[in-house]
């Protein structure tokens, strides 16, 4: 057996002292006494279901094993040990391809399964996605879900509700998807009938969805009402930081909150790629497009995580279940450090990077 002392353990709800012991490759308890000194805090790895890409990879050009595989290990480095490779809104044959893919990728290592963001979302919210690939929802994705959840695959799918018709997402959670509100441009009470049909989650909150106003709560007013589970960008660009703590102090529910990168192939890669044949260059940290608007993110969890604790303000035991405990729990995974691969845990030093364990 080996026994790891850090200086802090994240348990997957607190931080705690301890001494965490290894058995056979994985985390079986947390004891007490000495054991090898491992000086940080020990925590399972970031666990991140919005990824489009990383390494130079971008899973919509590149819908394969290998690329997914690819994608997954760009993150490792920084500490994020599971994925949700990310399809965007593309042309019917890329999610034929993905869900292929995705088949043939179950249970490899750091990929969990497949977040399917779009086609079935509205024009006026479209963000980056491309408006020719926009359609209602169709047999085409619910035939593709039934396959990946037949198989065991776990599925987040990203959709609006101006896109499905009654019924349909209570059909989508049925075969055990997981079912997402966001590119919206919807009202509350359209919102609330997908949240009534078994609706669970939101994409990105804030981003490509209706605003709160005074008069209107909107997708993001919604949201924030509700107690179903949110992504949120925290990166500085995508959301203000002031933004991001309002929410999180807002929301009616704790720990419903979870933290997304978002992420592009220039984490762990170079400073530009290419979506839909238009080049996407990093200018200033942001990635933009030829006229400049915003185009996913240039951000991994670790910065993400250290910017929720340093900038926002939050506790570090919330900031660090926003990363780990509580997307694991939307998707059903594992959560805590008990069981965990001990090639799937992290040590972060005190400014919150990510070290060699």
Aim: net charge negative; proline share 5%; with cysteine.
């Amino acid at each position: 057996m080996t026994r790891l002392e850090p200086d802090l353990i994240f348990d997957g709800e607190t931080l705690r002292k301890g001494v965490v012991e290894i058995e056979e490759g994985r985390v079986v308890a947390i004891g007490q006494g000495r054991g090898d000194r491992v000086p940080g805090i020990l925590t399972p790895g970031f666990v991140d279901l919005q990824v489009n890409g990383g390494g130079d990879v971008l899973l919509n050009t590149s819908p394969t094993v290998a690329g997914m595989e690819a994608i997954a290990a760009a993150h490792r480095r920084f500490g994020t040990v599971g994925i949700l490779p990310t399809v965007i809104t593309d042309a019917p044959g890329v999610l034929d391809a993905v869900t292929e893919a995705a088949l043939a990728a179950r249970g490899r290592p750091g990929i969990l399964g497949l977040h399917i963001e779009g086609p079935h979302i509205s024009t006026a919210r479209r963000g980056t996605h491309k408006a020719e690939f926009v359609r209602p929802l169709d047999a085409r994705t619910l035939t593709a879900v039934a396959r990946l959840r037949a198989g065991g695959v776990p599925i987040l799918l990203t959709l609006a509700p101006e896109a499905v018709r009654p019924g349909q997402v209570a059909e989508l959670v049925a075969m055990g998807a997981v079912v997402s509100i966001g590119h919206s441009d919807a009202t509350a009470d359209e919102v609330r009938a997908l949240l009534a049909e078994g609706a669970r989650c939101f994409t990105h909150l804030f981003n490509a969805m209706s605003p709160m106003l005074n008069r209107s709560e909107g997708v993001t007013g919604a949201c924030i009402n509700s107690s179903a589970y949110a992504g949120i960008i925290c990166d500085g660009i995508h959301v203000a930081d002031a933004m991001v703590g309002l929410a999180l102090r807002a929301r009616p529910v704790a720990d419903t909150t979870f933290l997304v990168s978002d992420a592009m192939p220039t984490v762990g890669g170079s400073d530009r790629f290419t979506l839909y044949g238009n080049e996407i260059h990093v200018e200033n940290g942001r990635l933009v497009n030829a006229e400049g608007s915003l185009a996913g993110a240039h951000v991994t969890m670790a910065q993400s995580l250290k910017r929720l604790i340093e900038v926002v303000g939050l506790a570090p035991e919330a900031a660090l279940r926003m990363a780990t405990t509580i997307p694991s729990r939307v998707m059903g995974l594992p959560e805590g450090i008990i069981g965990q691969r001990a090639s799937d845990l992290i040590l972060l030093d005190a400014s919150w990077q990510v070290q060699e364990l």
